[in-house]
């Protein structure tokens, strides 16, 4: 089984890889044992990690069923979930991020490369956002409906250069994480100042997971559904296929 399918079952799961470092956003596809030894991590303890998770009680934010969801909802899903979320909180963070530079940044030198962090995923993520609004999700809501064939060929090429930004993104992250010492604000840190650390901490925990609905669930299923219209449309079956969702028959 696979991260990304792991998660998929027990979302709560997503905490705990975090907390170990385990990185299951871009490489969803690695099986916990490889996901441990890139991290340098003993197997042993992200299992014993598997084996809290089950036996806690605790309801995560990350539990809703959207592993299930048709192809259509999963789009509906990661736009006023994870898109609406980005939009309102990237302006407010580069304005929060400036404030505490001002404040701050002749003790913390580092908070200039903070500064310029956040606004490197500002602008990473805008042209982002705006490519999967207004291409990629609506023509995944096409093919969910049955219907093929799009201006810019096969749905592949547009996902392909969305999970290029992905890996940027999280270069962007990585580096925040360095130069915030893991998001930890120093002791004469004011209130701005942590909460400007406590949202990016937020922001990057979101995105590990909104980046994983798409590189691990959404992408692949549009692409194996618009490969399956197509062969249904060049006449080797009779009935065009339909999304039914992961949780139902795939075609």
């Known amino acids: 089984m696979t991260l990304a399918e792991l998660i998929g079952r027990r979302p709560k799961l997503v905490g705990e890889f975090e907390r170990l470092g385990i990185d299951f956003c871009c490489h969803g596809e690695r099986t916990l044992a490889e996901a441990c030894a890139a991290a340098g991590l003993p197997l042993r303890d992200a299992l014993a990690a598997v084996t809290r998770e089950e036996h806690s009680g605790r309801e995560g934010i990350y539990t809703a069923n959207w592993p299930e969801l048709r192809l259509a909802d999963l789009v ?7 898109h609406r979320y980005l939009h309102l909180e990237l302006a407010s963070l580069i304005a929060l991020s400036c404030k505490v530079l001002s404040l701050h940044g002749n003790r913390h030198p580092e908070l200039n490369d903070v500064d310029r962090l956040v606004s490197n ?3 990473d993520f805008v042209p982002h956002l705006a490519s999967e609004e207004r291409v990629v999700f609506p023509a995944i809501r096409e093919l969910a409906a049955g219907r093929s064939g799009f201006a810019f060929g ?4 547009p996902t392909a ?4 930004d992905h890996e940027a993104v999280g270069d962007s992250f990585r580096e925040l994480r360095e130069v915030t010492s893991d998001y930890v604000a120093p002791p004469d840190a004011c209130q701005s100042y942590r909460r400007l650390y406590e949202r990016l901490a937020a922001v990057e925990s979101d995105t590990h997971v ?19 219209i197509t ?21």
């Open 231 to 251: 062969e249904a449309e060049s006449g080797a079956h009779g009935d065009l296929p339909r999304d039914e969702g992961a949780a139902g028959t795939a075609f």
């Open 161 to 164: 250069g969305l999970m290029a």
């Open 210 to 228: 909104h980046v994983m609905k798409e590189s691990s669930f959404l992408f692949p299923r549009a692409v194996e559904l618009e490969a399956a």
């Open 121 to 123: 995923l500002r602008d």
């Open 154 to 157: 096969s749905i592949a090429n």
């Open 76 to 82: 509906d899903h990661i736009e006023e979930v994870h």
